[in-house]
């Protein structure tokens, strides 16, 4: 059974960065696509970013473009989220999700996911 373990949340302040890690097991992580997505009081899942299964090809929100970067290790599991010039709006918490092969915007088509851990940005 795959699992997924977010790490790195916590508080900063705007303009600041932060650097989100997921730690995939249970399965062969090179053959799933990873993904970013948050959550606030306000909004369900929302997608900020994902990549392919190898790398190749990565998606960004809006919002996030030129702030945030994914990346994956295939050798290590892993999967990261360098978060910069970040803003109170950026302020959630942030979700892994994994699915087969390539990336999705749809948290529909995601089948496993983290438990969160949650970002914090204050003005």
């Known amino acids: 059974q795959v699992q997924l373990a977010e790490s790195g949340g916590g508080w900063v302040q705007a303009g600041g960065s932060l650097r989100l890690s997921c730690t995939f097991s249970g399965g062969t992580f090179s053959r799933y696509a990873m993904a970013w997505f948050r959550r606030t009081p306000a909004k369900d899942r929302e997608f900020v970013t994902a990549i392919d299964w190898n790398g190749d090809s990565t998606d960004y929100v809006d919002s996030v473009k030129g702030r945030f970067t994914i990346s994956r290790d295939n050798a290590k599991n892993t999967v990261s989220l360098q978060m910069n010039g970040l803003k109170p709006e950026d302020t959630a918490i942030y979700y892994c999700?994994?699915?087969?092969?390539?990336?999705?915007?749809?948290?529909?088509?995601?089948?496993?996911w983290g438990q969160g851990t949650q970002v914090t940005v204050s003005s």
């Open positions: 999700a994994a699915k087969l092969w390539l990336r999705s915007r749809s948290r529909d088509e995601y089948n496993y």
